[in-house]
C-alpha cells in the first residue's frame, strides 16, 4: 500500500506536467488555463447539484428500507470528486468528473459496500454483524458471569 502511494504521490504530478505540456502545445496556454478554471467551476456546480440528489436519498433511505451505506458511499465519492475538480489538472479532473456520472459512482459505491465487512444486508433487508454474510445466522450469545480468584487461596 505504501509503494503505491508513493507511486501516486510521485507519478500523478509528473502525468499532469506532461499532459498540461501536451494540451498546451495544441491549443495554447491561455486556452489550457481557461479550460483548467471552467472544469473546476463547472465540478464545483456539479458537486452541490449532486450532493443535493445523494442527500435526499440518504434521508429517504430509512423510509424505503434501503441500508443507508451506498448513499453515504456515493456522498464520499461525490465529495472526492469535488476535491480532484478542484486540483488543477486534466487526468484529476477526468477521474473528477467519471465519479460524477451517476451509474459509474452507483457501480462504485456498491462495490465498496460489497467489499465492506460492515454491510451485510440480505435481500430481505436483515442485516447481520461485521463480517457476517448475508443469511447467515448470528454466532450464538454465551451468558456468563465472571468472578475473581485469588492464586494464593486454596480451592
Known amino acids: 500500500m505504501g509503494f503505491l502511494l508513493l507511486i501516486l504521490v510521485i507519478g500523478l504530478p509528473l502525468a ?30 456539479c458537486v452541490r447539484w449532486q450532493g443535493l440528489g445523494v442527500l435526499m436519498r440518504l434521508h429517504a433511505a430509512p423510509a424505503t428500507g434501503e441500508p443507508p451505506a451506498v448513499p453515504l458511499l456515493e456522498g464520499a465519492l461525490i465529495a472526492l470528486a469535488g476535491v480532484l475538480l478542484l486540483i488543477p489538472g486534466f487526468l484529476t479532473d477526468a477521474a473528477g468528473l467519471i465519479l460524477l456520472l451517476p451509474p459509474a459512482r452507483s457501480a462504485i459505491a456498491h462495490a465498496l459496500a460489497r467489499r465492506s465487512r460492515t454491510y451485510t444486508t440480505d435481500l430481505h433487508g436483515r442485516s447481520g454483524g461485521p463480517g457476517q454474510r448475508p443469511g447467515q445466522r448470528p454466532p450464538p450469545v454465551i451468558d456468563a458471569e465472571a468472578r475473581e480468584v485469588d492464586p494464593d487461596q486454596p480451592r
Open 16 to 45: 499532469e506536467i506532461f499532459v498540461f505540456i501536451q494540451v498546451g502545445e495544441a491549443i495554447g496556454a491561455m486556452p489550457t488555463i481557461v479550460l483548467t478554471v471552467a472544469t473546476a467551476l463547472f465540478g464545483i456546480a
